[in-house]
């Protein structure tokens, strides 16, 4: 009945216009942000300028389809500044005067452009024809069976997005489940957390979430760094081998480079793609080399923006479902055109249970930009840099990642404080 036709797939603040695609059974909608209500529409075009206020936090956004006598249709759920698939596609059946589907509209878009290079439409596996509007009508079939329409667009660098909907027989949709990741931290460290141990302890509102699992997988690691001020050897010191050890990742633990520097503004309303490396391991070299060695293209003249970066990283470390951290590199710039500034950047994160850890290449002292973000580690030797890898490596290994039936946002679930034994990543 209803879906979103805008989908915030980066991340974003402010005032921006959502549209939803409806049945044309659909008399108004009702706008709903964070549970508040926030607008109501009684015609086309559906579209609604929503404030997301000023600050970095995640948000939830529902709209409610109701009929021309007041009853409630259906309801679309979206979640904003928080991990989402790198593409999304949204598909809405039409219904004749009899219920029975006739036709489907569809919507999609990536963090790579607005428009797919090549869309595929097919109910029960045939192949349907779309028109240009993203509408397509259905061929005669049989009400009495189950028929699955899907909807999979291919955008660039492979990234693609697919949607199932199944109809006939009185069922509507396929039903599906969602968990939501809440990363904790062992207080005191130990090795292993039993789910039964967390019985009771995060609660939504007045309700007990029931705990699925808890995991202890390997470490995604976000770095971002000026790909302009990549530390040489030289700068670092050739470290010994028990340095090299130190600063080596625990096996399986993984490093990803996100860059600082801003690709294209995609239609999803302002957001902003920065460019990413594949993951590295322990086998590709220690987190020296990898300062050291990793290299990137960006192009002349380009801003420079670590902090919205940072924040783009910590969604990735997010989306991960797994143990995180995000690791910004500063080496004495003296200017960052973020959009967002350090205080809300940590804010964020902090929010999103990612932690950050900043390091200096020069030492906080001589870094123009270290007293906007607060706690600095200084890596302008090898042993600093081992220092400030155990740390991380330290604080990773209290990491657990506990899921928990249903989704939320991070801020609201509580953990109640019956022992010592977790607390909130942050």
């Not at 009400?143 to 699955?148: D, I, K, S, W």
């Not at 979430?209 to 202890?216: F, H, R, T, W």
């Not at 302002?270 to 070299?285: K, P, R, S, V």
């Not at 940072?310 to 055109?337: F, I, N, Q």
């Amino acid at each position: 009945m209803i879906a979103f036709a805008t989908q915030f797939l980066g991340l974003f603040v402010g005032i921006a216009p959502v549209t939803v695609l409806v049945d044309r059974s659909v008399a108004s909608v009702v706008y709903e942000l964070d549970g508040r209500r926030v607008g109501r529409l009684d015609w086309e075009p559906w579209t609604l300028a929503v404030d997301f206020g000023r600050e970095l936090l995640p948000h939830e956004v529902v709209v409610r389809a109701f009929d021309q006598d007041g009853k409630e249709m259906g309801a679309a759920h979206q979640f904003v500044n928080l991990p989402r698939p790198h593409a999304e596609v949204e598909v809405v059946l039409e219904r004749n005067s009899a219920g029975r589907p006739v036709a489907a509209r569809y919507s999609g878009q990536s963090l790579i452009s607005q428009k797919p290079d090549h869309t595929t439409v097919t109910l029960d596996g045939k192949p349907l024809v779309a028109d240009a509007s993203n509408r397509v009508e259905l061929p005669a079939y049989d009400p009495g069976a189950r028929h699955v329409l899907s909807v999979e667009l291919d955008f660039a660098r492979g990234v693609r997005s697919r949607a199932d909907v199944v109809f006939g027989a009185g069922e509507v949709n396929a039903a599906r489940s969602e968990l939501t990741a809440v990363p904790v931290g062992l207080v005191p460290p130990r090795k292993s957390l039993d789910p039964s141990e967390l019985a009771g302890a995060l609660i939504h509102g007045d309700q007990e979430l029931p705990i699925e699992a808890v995991e202890n997988a390997s470490a995604l690691v976000c770095v971002v760094r000026n790909p302009s001020v990549a530390p040489s050897s030289r700068m670092l010191g050739e470290p010994p081998d028990a340095l090299r050890y130190r600063a080596s990742l625990v096996p399986g633990d993984r490093v990803r480079f996100i860059w600082p520097v801003p690709q294209s503004v995609i239609a999803s309303p302002g957001t902003i793609l920065y460019d990413w490396t594949g993951d590295f391991t322990e086998a590709n070299g220690s987190l020296h080399q990898l300062l050291t060695r990793v290299e990137y293209s960006s192009p002349a003249g380009a801003a420079l923006r670590l902090a919205d970066a940072a924040a783009a990283a910590g969604l990735d470390a997010s989306a991960s479902g797994s143990r995180r951290a995000v690791v910004l590199v500063l080496g004495g710039e003296k200017v960052d055109r973020s959009r967002h500034n350090p205080k809300a950047v940590r804010q964020y994160l902090s929010a999103i249970g990612v932690p950050l850890y900043v390091w200096s290449l020069r030492g906080p002292t001589l870094e123009p930009l270290a007293k906007s973000w607060g706690e600095v580690s200084d890596i302008s030797s090898a042993a600093r840099l081992a220092e400030a890898v155990q740390r991380l490596k330290s604080d990773l290994a209290r990491q657990r990642i506990v899921w928990v039936d249903g989704r939320f946002l991070p801020q609201e679930i509580s953990l109640l404080n019956k022992t010592l034994q977790v607390e909130f990543v942050h």
